[in-house]
Each structure stands twice: as C-alpha cells, then as structure tokens.
C-alpha cells in the first residue's frame, strides 16, 4: 500500500490551475497509463492515504495573486462536490472518519498551502470546522505568519506564532515543505511532534531551495519527523528513479523511522518529469525493481497520521 503525503489532486480538479498550466480536464475515473494520476491508477497500485493541499493563491494573467478566504473556501466546496463522483474516496476529518474507512476506499486528508488569506483566528477557526487538518504557514513567498523559500532567513513572525498555538490546540499538522530555514528550525526544535516535510528531498544531493538542509537532517533524526521524498524533477540531481533513490538509500541508513513518500505528482507539462517516475504504475514497477521498502514507507506515515487523526472529533 501507498500512503502520500503530498498529491497535488486540487490541481486536477481547479479549473483556474487547469488553465494556468495549459492541460484539458481529465477524466480520473478512467484508467490512462500515459498520465500522472488517475484513481485507477491509485486503485491498481493500492495507494491508501493522501494528503492533499489546497493552494492559497491564483494564477491571472500569468502572475500569482493572493486569493481571500471566501475565494479559498469557494474551490474548497468546489473541490468537496467533484470530489464526490469518485466513489472510492472519502474524505478524513474525525477518527469515526478513520475507523469507518472501508477496506476498497482512498483515504484523503485536506490540507493547505499557504495561509495567505489568514487575517485572524476565527479565520483559522473556519478552516478546521470545514476539514483542512494539514497547515502550510507559507507557499514559497513570506506572509504575515513567517518566512518562506525566498526568505530563507525569515522565521516565525508574532500573528504566526498565535496561529501555530491554535494548531496545535486542535493537534493539528504543521506542513513545512515551503518553509524558510529559519520557520523550518524554530517549528522543527519546538513542536517536532506536530510538523512534517510533505514534499522534500535532500539538499546533500541537489542544492535546491525546497530541499532539506543537513542542519534541518539532524533534526529530523533527533525526533523521527517524517520526510516525504518527492519526484519534483527540480529536487533530483537526477530525473529519474535512481535520483530518487540516492534520497532515500540516504535517508534509509540515516533514520529509516523518517522515511515516507510526498510524490507531488501534478501534472505540470513544463515540469518534465522522468519516465520512470511520473505516476504511481511507473513508480510502483520501480518500487520492485529496486526492492524499496514499500511497507516502510506506509507504516512510517500511517503510524504519525494516526496518532493525530485518533485525537479528532467530527
């Protein structure tokens, strides 16, 4: 089985992204071996749990733009009511959600990207009353809640630090994927218990911003945060499987209790990704191929995930 920390399936479904990236609507309940992501797919390879993350900005005019939260929580239901021609999925929000998870279902568990929205608490208050249980503070750009990729000094600023007490109030997760260092120390040395990298390879193999520090590594191994390696193509030194792999022969022998799965498999035709990696059939073959701890993986997610999702109430 496959537990993802990261699927990019509002990107399929988001209408605004689709044009954006220049891909027509697909049909996801149709098997097609030639696409990122479909649930036939997910179904055929047994992928069980996803997190997926709702982004906080817009595409217009070729430039992003901030959305408010009526506009996030707009392709949100959006998102909730597509969502429901899929039969084989269900959404998790409570541990009823979870315990009643049918052994043929997809268990997804929203999150989102970003907080650029966020202007209070009660707006944080409506995120989680509507199901998001995963928290981005920042995509790649700062915001009031603190730093992100292209600050890699910025850390946790005042507002962020009021939201990060509600969530974990809520025993929510801290997603630092997009991250400033500086956030990505401060949150990983105070609350390691609540946060996760959804998406993230290793800058020892390619230093790219997304990629995680060996500063950020030692913290990671100090207490067990999971790490779901990614194949964004701009993280791998190498764009293929065996780039992957060198991230997690590393990751295996340094803390194997971090080691989880983030395939960010979007889509994106300017992204490019490798043959042998660029949906979960391909990846599955290579997962064989190469004797990856698959169940590792899994346990590893389903283990943190359930922890938090036994604690939710509906």
Same mark, same amino acid.
């Given at each position: 089985m496959f537990f993802d920390l990261h699927l990019d399936l509002e990107v399929y479904l988001n209408e605004n992204l689709r044009k954006f990236l220049k891909f027509?609507?697909?049909?996801?309940?149709?098997?097609?071996? +030639?696409?990122?992501?479909?649930?036939?797919?997910?179904?055929?390879?047994?992928?069980k749990f996803a997190v997926v993350q709702f982004q906080s900005l817009k595409f217009e005019n070729g430039k992003l733009k901030e959305i408010k939260l009526s506009e996030f929580?707009?392709?949100?239901? *959006?998102?909730?009511?597509?969502?429901?021609?899929?039969?084989?999925?269900?959404?998790?929000?409570?541990?009823?959600d979870l315990y009643s998870l049918k052994k043929s279902q997809i268990g997804i568990i929203l999150g989102v990207e970003g907080m650029y929205f966020l202007k209070s608490l009660k707006h944080l208050d409506?995120?989680?009353?509507?199901?998001?249980?995963?928290?981005?503070? *920042?995509?790649?750009?700062?915001?009031?809640?603190?730093?992100?990729? =292209?600050?890699?000094?910025?850390?946790?600023?005042?507002?962020?630090?009021?939201?990060?007490?509600?969530i974990l109030k809520y025993n929510g997760i801290l997603d630092l994927a997009h991250s400033s260092e500086?956030?990505?120390?401060?949150?990983?040395?105070?609350?390691?218990e609540n946060v996760i990298f959804s998406h993230n390879n290793l800058k020892k193999f390619?230093?790219?911003?997304? +990629?995680?520090?060996?500063?950020?590594?030692? !913290?990671?191994?100090?207490? =067990?945060?999971?790490?779901? !390696?990614?194949?964004?193509?701009?993280?791998?030194?190498? +764009?293929?499987?065996?780039?992957w792999k060198k991230n997690y022969d590393y990751l295996l022998k340094f803390n194997k209790?971090? !080691?989880?799965?983030? *395939?960010?498999?979007l889509g994106f035709s300017f992204q490019e990704s490798a043959p042998?990696?660029?949906?979960?059939?391909? !990846?599955?073959?290579?997962?064989?191929?190469?004797?990856i701890k698959k169940k590792l993986l899994f346990d590893n997610a389903y283990k943190f995930f359930y922890n938090k999702i036994s604690t939710w109430k509906t």
């Amino acid at each position: 089985m496959f537990f993802d920390l990261h699927l990019d399936l509002e990107v399929y479904l988001n209408e605004n992204l689709r044009k954006f990236l220049k891909f027509e609507k697909r049909n996801l309940n149709k098997l097609n071996e +030639n696409l990122p992501f479909d649930f036939k797919q997910a179904e055929k390879v047994g992928l069980k749990f996803a997190v997926v993350q709702f982004q906080s900005l817009k595409f217009e005019n070729g430039k992003l733009k901030e959305i408010k939260l009526s506009e996030f929580l707009k392709n949100y239901e *959006t998102f909730l009511r597509k969502i429901k021609e899929f039969k084989k999925v269900k959404i998790i929000k409570s541990k009823d959600d979870l315990y009643s998870l049918k052994k043929s279902q997809i268990g997804i568990i929203l999150g989102v990207e970003g907080m650029y929205f966020l202007k209070s608490l009660k707006h944080l208050d409506i995120l989680w009353k509507n199901g998001i249980r995963v928290f981005g503070l *920042t995509w790649n750009f700062t915001n009031s809640l603190a730093g992100g990729l =292209n600050n890699p000094e910025v850390g946790i600023k005042k507002f962020g630090k009021e939201v990060i007490f509600q969530i974990l109030k809520y025993n929510g997760i801290l997603d630092l994927a997009h991250s400033s260092e500086k956030t990505k120390i401060e949150l990983a040395e105070k609350y390691p218990e609540n946060v996760i990298f959804s998406h993230n390879n290793l800058k020892k193999f390619k230093n790219f911003p997304q +990629n995680i520090s060996d500063k950020i590594l030692k !913290l990671v191994k100090r207490n =067990n945060i999971l790490v779901g !390696l990614t194949f964004l193509p701009k993280s791998l030194d190498e +764009n293929n499987f065996l780039g992957w792999k060198k991230n997690y022969d590393y990751l295996l022998k340094f803390n194997k209790k971090s !080691l989880a799965l983030g *395939t960010d498999f979007l889509g994106f035709s300017f992204q490019e990704s490798a043959p042998d990696c660029f949906n979960f059939l391909e !990846l599955n073959k290579n997962f064989k191929k190469f004797k990856i701890k698959k169940k590792l993986l899994f346990d590893n997610a389903y283990k943190f995930f359930y922890n938090k999702i036994s604690t939710w109430k509906t």
